[in-house]
């Protein structure tokens, strides 16, 4: 009865409220009100919260939430009121409850915590619920509509059942009737309520109106058996809704695999189509390209949003350099001895892991992701996708057709094309065979480098960062077919996709088995891969 | 008559350098566990235990590195996943040793391993059965890296995947077996490997005299396998062999089935180093599955090639030599082994083409060097 | 490849253990008098058609030359019988019971057809005298090789080849060191002491001096008879001087077929073969 009456209170406060404000209540008589709490006994508190409530809206929400955690403390020397974070030990952050200016550090004996009973906390429950649920903007009403749903409450779905009359965000509303729906379900005895709730939950895949669905069917024999039909119906088809998202959400996890594995692999794809040559140092040449995002992250830590721009250039700037003196100064003199290419790539790219090692430390760097591109695409309660992976998605197949239209439409695309099937009637019409070689080895290796920047969004950066994917990135070219940069797509796509879709039922170990045993397989019937070479150049 | 010429011209070959080979092995086989065993440990002159442990770990490295030369000198086959036959060889002893610790683990189960009652494992799996018996951990030291070689190399070369495809391939093979064995549920021990031996058919693993048995059967045995390699290489097989490395198309083209005569060859090389891998593991004391990791395969091929590959003592030698490096190297500096490492695989493929032996028979006349190649 | 079919093949011992394999049984049925059928033949790389519709028959002892513009496919055409390269559409029979068509390249070798290919490719880090006994017809399987003992015969047999092909001395060198004509030579005295019914040889004196040109012509008649030689050659002078019937190939078929003078004399090859020749 006394939760009706709060509700009551609390809906003619939030009509009321804009008129109070107008009316003049000022921040100072707000901070006054709050004032009074800091020497308040526990029976007075619930009157000082009221008069909060009424006076300072939306604006003492993180004062209220502060002091339901606990986290709500009055400094000694001053007797102020402040919001207190512990940092670790004795040692806390204080900040302003009203404003949130920081107000520097103390340790535990300055600070004095304010403490609460459980029918202050109720209250406190109730005053947030109100505030956000009622807030003017609609973002945040959604959000406290969303936290109610784990567990509606008697008073806070009361409260809903009146807000949701005037609610004029329709996403809003809906939410909020699946709320009510939600608690009708569990706790109103009367079956037609209860059938007419089951309706609200249509078409929502939120893990709670299954929680909700499964606990009717759970429920007794004296469920009316249409209650329990529609239940079992409306379960069967969230279900199969939510089997789908989530092969959606698997797929998604397997494309971006497969983005990944992609853009090492045309790096790799390039330097072995066209030169012949396994560049066992291709991993080590994509950590570089993560380094450099590091480094470029150091030397510009107040443009974190821009620094990913500028690590793109620098990377494959950098990787490029390298490749091309790998090439200069090794994989020249070995030409024609692929065996010896690989073995001498090898060494160089143990030296360039202990470089890294030595000069960075054997530890992982840790890599900021820019705001625009961490959180997630969110579709629904159970399917979202991530920004960072979604952009290294579009980012590899960008390169991807970039370096297509390079190799299709440019001058140089075209001696790269003649000199890998032809190589000595390349040189014969002119081609420096030697200056291709070393711009497709430089192309191939920026590329690496473009790989690193994108890897250093997923994953850690460390010494070790290119072994991970290499072995991977060497079946995606071996599964696609030398020589074809659409083998190597669909190759890394597909590898991708099926080691996701392999890991729920066999787990990631034995799912890279798995995929590594197809791979030994499947070339037994297509030793040249999936779009292999033809004709007497192949062999 | 034929067949004694036969005979004759194939125990010619054997008695050109084998004969010192062995000889050479024998004697600093036989110096080192005499110093060991009958000289007093104050003694200028005394091996210490360690030393022969340390000196039997390069034998199995060597046979390992002559497994490898096998099948990359001799055939051209490059396989960057040596190591997991090695390893596998490994296992086998390994799980032998384990059954012979017996209650004396730290659970003191009669029969289970000690990992295994650690994760609360009810019996013993099945493909544990027969390890407590020497003899079947033996065949299996044989046959398990021998299968493997044959299923793999029976799938690669008969769709004729060679060169560089086929280093990638091997590679992906000991990469898969190492994520495989990294796992607690394949029941071989997980991260931690098999460890904590306590005795080899009865004999303590810790005292001196089973040490320099062990160090004296490997030395045995690499003779074994060099004499036996020999054999197997010089005789009409072994210039096929050549032949599939030279000019494989025209081999096939005279009739041979080269992809055949890969398979066996690359199961014999399978064998060698699984052998190697069960030699090792009671000296060191431990198969863990870092033993799979592709960059031991690859650093054994770095032996051979130091060594010079396409000779059986070239790479005994570059094993030897590069792993005593290896030993020097971490003890003074460790991180620039990896420099060093990585440098020496550069400068060998660049300057060294033939590795060291290479540069040695470049110095010989000229029917010399002809006699080597056609060996 | 299906895993039933990857099991059977690992049951079928005579692939997997040639030591297992019965002797050879089946004869080249000549009794047409036609050594190499092949009908229909076509075959094509990336839409590119290197062999079409052919038909063409080899007599039984007869000297073959095939000529023909570079890409006219006489070499795809080899590598088809020899089994490097699978046609499309087509049938090949060597004699009238043997299909060729499926079967490896070692296998038909074993059948008696010995190539030589257009680059000299000998076994070059092995002893003359070694790539002639590599070639020898024997059993070529593993524990044959292992076990495998010169006999006596077996070495009067590589001297006699090594004496017809002029490298008696060089018998001890590494075919590596070998000049190009000498290479040539040895990979024709490969082809010799392997006992061949049918000789593929790709352009033999390419790099050849005059005098060597002369001695291989002499030899491949001399051969033609107890043997059957179908050559492919550029050299218009040396096909001149061996071959009694020529076939012109042209875009992946015949195009003419007859003597050196009926063709020399068809307006068709003339048009686009031997046309700037004249």
């Known amino acids: 009865m006394k939760a009706y009456w709060y509700g009551i209170a609390a809906l003619c406060l939030a009509l009321w409220w804009p008129a109070a404000v107008a009316q003049g209540e000022t921040a100072a008589d707000v901070r006054a009100i709050a004032a009074e709490l800091s020497g308040a006994s526990l029976p007075k508190m619930p009157g000082i919260l009221e008069r909060l409530e009424a006076a300072g809206g939306e604006q003492v929400v993180p004062l209220a939430r502060a002091l339901l955690e606990g986290d709500l403390y009055v400094l000694e020397a001053s007797d102020a009121l402040v919001i207190g974070r512990s940092t670790g030990g004795d040692g806390f952050a204080l900040e302003d409850p009203l404003d949130g200016t920081a107000l520097g550090e103390y340790t535990k004996a300055d600070l004095k915590k304010l403490r609460v009973n459980n029918r202050v906390r109720v209250q406190l429950r109730g005053m947030l619920a109100r505030l956000t649920l009622l807030a003017k903007d609609p973002a945040v009403r959604e959000r406290a509509v969303r936290n109610m749903l784990e567990r509606p409450d008697a008073d806070s779905v009361q409260l809903l059942r009146d807000a949701v009359v005037n609610e004029s965000n329709a996403g809003v509303a809906e939410l909020q009737w699946l709320v009510i729906a939600l608690y009708d379900i569990e706790h109103s005895e009367d079956p037609s309520v209860r059938l007419q709730a089951l309706g609200h939950l249509d078409g929502r895949v939120e893990p709670e109106v299954r929680n909700a669905l499964q606990a009717l069917l759970a429920e007794g024999a004296d469920t009316p058996p249409q209650l329990r039909r529609q239940a079992q119906t409306m379960l069967s088809a969230l279900e199969s809704k939510i089997a789908f998202y989530e092969f959606l959400e698997t797929l998604f996890f397997g494309l971006s695999l497969g983005s990944v594995l992609l853009l090492i692999a045309t790096g790799l794809a390039i330097t072995f189509g066209v030169m012949g040559v396994i560049n066992m140092a291709h991993g080590e040449l994509i950590m570089l390209g993560a380094y450099t995002t590091y480094v470029v992250q150091l030397l510009m830590p107040d443009h974190i949003g821009l620094s990913i721009l500028v690590a793109i250039p620098a990377a494959f700037i950098v990787s490029a350099l390298v490749g091309v003196l790998i090439e200069r100064g090794v994989i020249r003199f070995l030409h024609g001895r692929p065996l010896e290419t690989l073995l001498a790539t090898f060494g160089i790219s143990l030296v360039l892991q202990q470089a890294v090692r030595t000069i960075f430390s054997p530890l992982n760097r840790q890599v900021s992701t820019p705001d625009w591109m961490s959180g997630s695409l969110e579709f629904n309660a159970v399917f979202s996708l991530t920004y960072n992976r979604l952009y290294v998605l579009l980012f590899a197949i960008a390169v991807f057709v970039v370096l297509q239209l390079i190799l299709k439409k440019t001058p140089l695309g ?111 019937k297509w030793p040249r891969g999936l779009f292999p070479q033809k004709g007497r150049a192949a062999e | 008559m034929s067949n004694l010429y036969g005979q004759f011209s194939a125990l010619h070959q054997l008695r050109e350098k084998a004969p010192v080979f062995v000889a050479v092995l024998f004697a600093i086989t036989a110096w080192a566990s005499a110093c060991n065993l009958l000289l007093p440990e104050d003694s200028f ?331 | 490849m299906s895993v039933r079919g990857a099991f059977g093949e690992l049951a079928n011992r005579d692939q997997l253990w040639p030591f297992l394999m019965p002797a050879r049984g089946a004869r080249v049925d000549v009794s047409k008098q036609v050594l190499l059928y092949i009908e229909d033949l076509s075959v094509s790389f990336d839409g590119f058609k290197a062999i079409n519709n052919l038909n063409l028959y080899i007599n039984d002892g007869e000297l073959r030359c095939l000529i023909g513009a570079n890409g006219a496919g006489k070499t795809t055409l080899m590598d088809i019988i020899t089994g490097k390269t699978h046609p499309d559409t087509g049938a090949v029979y060597f004699g009238q019971n043997i299909d060729l068509l499926g079967r490896s390249e070692a296998e038909i070798a074993e059948l008696g057809i010995g190539r030589k290919f257009q680059k000299p490719t000998v076994f070059e880090a092995q002893t003359v005298y070694a790539n002639l006994e590599l070639s020898m017809r024997a059993e070529k399987g593993i524990m044959a090789s292992l076990g495998s003992r010169l006999t006596g015969e077996k070495r009067d047999r590589i001297d006699q080849v090594l004496a017809t092909i002029g490298l008696s001395d060089e018998r001890a060198l590494a075919a590596g060191a070998l000049s190009h004509g000498q290479k040539q030579w040895l990979e024709i005295g490969m082809l010799l002491i392997a006992d061949p019914r049918l000789l593929l040889v790709d352009e033999p004196v390419a790099g050849m001096t005059a005098q060597e040109t002369e001695r291989t012509a002499e030899l491949l008649t001399s051969l033609a008879g107890e043997r059957t030689v179908v050559v492919v050659e550029h050299d218009m002078e040396f096909v001149r001087s061996i071959a009694r019937t020529v076939t012109v190939l042209h875009q992946g078929s015949v195009l003419a077929e007859g003597t050196m003078e009926q063709v020399q004399n068809d307006p068709k090859v003339i048009e686009v073969y031997l046309g700037d020749e004249h």
């Open chain 2, 45 to 375: 002159f005394h091996v210490s235990t360690f030393t022969i442990t340390l000196l039997g770990k390069y034998l199995c490295y060597a046979l390992l590195a002559m497994a490898v030369d096998v099948v990359w000198g001799y055939c051209g086959i490059l396989s960057l996943g040596h190591g997991a036959f090695f390893a596998l060889g490994g296992y086998a002893m390994g799980m032998y040793l384990m059954r012979q610790i017996g209650d004396r683990g730290v659970y003191g189960n009669p029969l289970l391993p000690d990992f295994m009652v650690f994760l609360n494992w009810e019996a013993l799996p099945w493909y544990w059965q027969g390890f407590d018996q020497f003899w079947f951990a033996m065949l299996m030291v044989l046959l398990v890296p021998g299968l493997l070689a044959f299923a793999f190399g029976w799938l690669a070369f008969r769709s004729r995947v060679a060169g560089v495809y086929l280093s990638i391939i091997t590679q992906a093979l000991t990469y898969a077996l190492m994520l495989a064995f990294f796992r607690n549920e394949m029941g071989f021990g997980g991260n931690n490997g098999l460890t904590d031996f306590k005795d080899i058919l009865g004999f303590d693993l810790q005292a001196d005299g089973t040490r320099v048995a062990l160090f004296v059967a490997t030395a045995l045995v690499l003779a074994a396998a060099y004499c036996a390699s020999q054999l197997i290489l010089g005789s009409k097989f072994g210039r096929v062999i050549l032949a599939v490395r030279d000019a494989e198309a025209r081999a096939r083209f005279v009739g041979y089935r080269t992809e055949t005569y890969k398979v066996w060859l690359f199961v014999y090389s399978a064998v060698l180093a699984g052998i190697a891998g069960a030699l090792y593991v009671p000296q060191v004391g431990i198969i863990n599955p870092g033993e799979f990791s592709p960059l031991n395969s690859i650093e054994i091929v770095v032996w051979v090639a130091v060594g010079g590959r396409g000779t059986l003592y070239g790479a005994v030698v570059g094993a030897l030599l590069v792993n005593y490096a290896k030993t020097r190297f971490t003890g003074i500096m460790p991180e620039a082994w990896l420099f060093a490492l990585g440098a020496l695989f550069v400068a060998v493929t660049l300057f060294l083409p033939r590795g060291l032996t290479g540069l040695v028979m470049e110095r010989l006349p000229r029917r010399e060097k002809l006699k080597e190649v056609a060996a």
């Open chain 1, 414 to 524: 075209l001696q790269v094309r003649a000199v890998s099937q032809n190589r000595s009637m390349a040189r014969s019409l002119g081609i420096r065979t030697e200056w291709v070689d070393a711009m497709t080895f430089g192309l191939g290796s920026g590329i690496a480098g473009l790989a690193g920047v994108a890897l250093s969004q997923l994953t850690n950066v460390g010494p070790n960062l290119g072994q991970a994917y290499i072995i991977d990135s060497f079946m995606v070219v071996v599964f696609g077919g030398v020589g074809n940069l659409w083998g190597t797509l669909v190759g890394g796509f597909t590898l991708g996709v099926a080691n996701k879709f392999l890991e729920p039922a066999t787990g990631a170990v034995l799912a890279k088995i798995l995929v590594l045993v197809f791979i030994i397989l499947f070339i037994q």
